[in-house]
């Protein structure tokens, strides 16, 4: 994402696709912060809690840097911005570094096979079948993860929904409870003990009842007081 934001701004050949473990991910995270600092984008990565794999944390992350790809380029994705190549582009300069570091003997079994029709043949339609078989498996790899987030987005908006739905019936029983006719009746009084109650690990809900014990006891010896001045 930060790549398509900022064409050309993120090393890709130093981003490992296929990280497993956590030092792997971690290098990753390392690139990512330094993109960031180029960029003087003022976010601190949580790198030892994103690398545990806990849904929540990387569901905030993800969700943090769309907003923050979105503010950058309005919402409106690059259509010319093609991931699958950036993946295979950043690899083959990952790889002719790696190359660089070939031993002698590979070179000359290479220099060989290159001198022979036969074996520049094989040669050739061995790494035509690698790379149409890296990019199939990258693109494969991309659409799962477009799925992924797909899925977890509609997630994320239908939680959103609910708790906007649950909010909203909320705030008009607030309102309710606010109202100058009803606000010191018992059940009105109860009920913003409750919704304004500060520690959400204890329930005030049994405060609530107490209240409304009492409450209806005392108007019970209210009557019995009337009926027997009547």
């Not at 979105?70 to 990952?94: A, C, Q, T, W």
């Not at 031993?103 to 690698?130: C, F, M, P, R, Y």
Request: hydrophobic share 35%.
């Amino acid at each position: 994402m930060i790549d398509m934001t900022y064409p050309g701004a993120v090393p890709m050949h130093k981003v490992n696709f296929d990280a497993k473990s956590e030092y792997d991910m971690i290098q990753n995270y390392k690139v990512l912060q330094e993109v960031f600092n180029k960029l003087k984008i003022d976010k601190h990565i949580e790198v030892n809690r994103l690398v545990k794999g806990r849904p929540l944390d990387n569901l905030e992350f993800l969700q943090w840097l769309k907003r923050y790809c979105d503010s950058v380029n309005g919402g409106i994705m690059n259509e010319n911005y093609d991931p699958v190549e950036r993946r295979l582009k950043g690899g083959k300069e990952r790889n002719s570094k790696g190359s660089l570091k070939s031993s002698k003997s590979l070179q000359a079994n290479n220099l060989h096979n290159l001198a022979s029709g036969d074996a520049a043949g094989i040669n050739k339609n061995t790494v035509s079948k690698q790379g149409k078989t890296g990019v199939a498996a990258s693109s494969s790899e991309v659409r799962a993860l477009s799925k992924e987030i797909t899925d977890l987005k509609l997630s994320v908006d239908l939680l959103e929904k609910e708790r906007d739905f649950y909010f909203a019936k909320l705030r008009d029983i607030e309102i309710l409870c606010q109202s100058t006719k009803v606000e010191n009746h018992p059940m009105a009084v109860v009920i913003k003990k409750i919704l304004y109650a500060a520690d959400a690990k204890e329930s005030a809900l049994d405060e609530a009842q107490e209240f409304i014990s009492q409450s209806v006891d005392n108007g019970e010896t209210e009557e019995a007081n009337e009926e027997e001045t009547d």
